[in-house]
C-alpha cells in the first residue's frame, strides 16, 4: 500500500487471524459441591465448560446462565468472574411486600448455561435440581 505523495512513504497493515473452527461445541455443565437437594436461601453453583469435537476445552468463551423453572424456582445470583464460566444460584425466588421477606418456591428446576461462539449460540441445561421447602 503506498501513502502519501512519494513512493518512500507506506502504511504496514498487520491482522490477526482468529483462530479457526474447532468442531461443532458442547457445553459440559458439572456441579460445584454436593448433589443434595438445595435449602431454602442456600446458594448453589454450575461451572461450564465448552468443548470442542475432540473434547478438548476451548478458551475465551463467556457464558450467559438463566433458570428453567419446572415445579419451583430460584434467582440466578451476579458471577465471581467476569467470564461467568461458574453460574451462581440462589433457592429464594422473590420479596414479598407484605411480610417484607425473601420467599422460595420449592421443587424442581433446571439450570441452563448459553455461549456463542465463531457466531453460533449453543447451550445446555443441568439435570434437574431439588429445591427443598
Do not use: C
Not at 453460574?87 to 420479596?95: D, E, K, M
Amino acid at each position: 500500500v503506498v501513502w502519501g505523495a512519494s513512493d518512500s512513504q507506506s502504511l504496514r497493515v498487520v491482522s490477526q487471524l482468529r483462530e479457526p473452527w474447532r468442531g461443532a461445541g458442547e457445553i459440559v455443565l458439572r456441579r460445584v459441591g454436593a448433589n443434595t437437594p438445595v435449602a431454602s436461601d442456600e446458594i448453589f453453583e454450575y461451572q461450564a465448560d465448552l468443548k470442542d469435537g475432540s473434547g478438548r476445552s476451548i478458551p475465551g468463551v463467556s457464558f450467559l446462565w438463566s433458570v428453567r423453572p419446572l415445579t419451583g424456582n430460584a434467582m440466578v445470583l451476579p458471577p465471581l468472574l467476569r467470564n461467568g464460566r461458574t453460574g451462581r444460584f440462589q433457592h429464594r425466588y422473590y420479596h414479598n411486600p407484605t411480610t417484607l421477606d425473601w420467599v422460595s418456591v420449592p421443587g424442581q428446576v433446571r439450570v441452563e448455561a448459553r455461549a456463542r461462539y465463531m457466531g453460533r449460540e449453543i447451550s445446555q441445561a443441568s439435570p434437574v435440581v431439588e429445591l427443598q421447602p
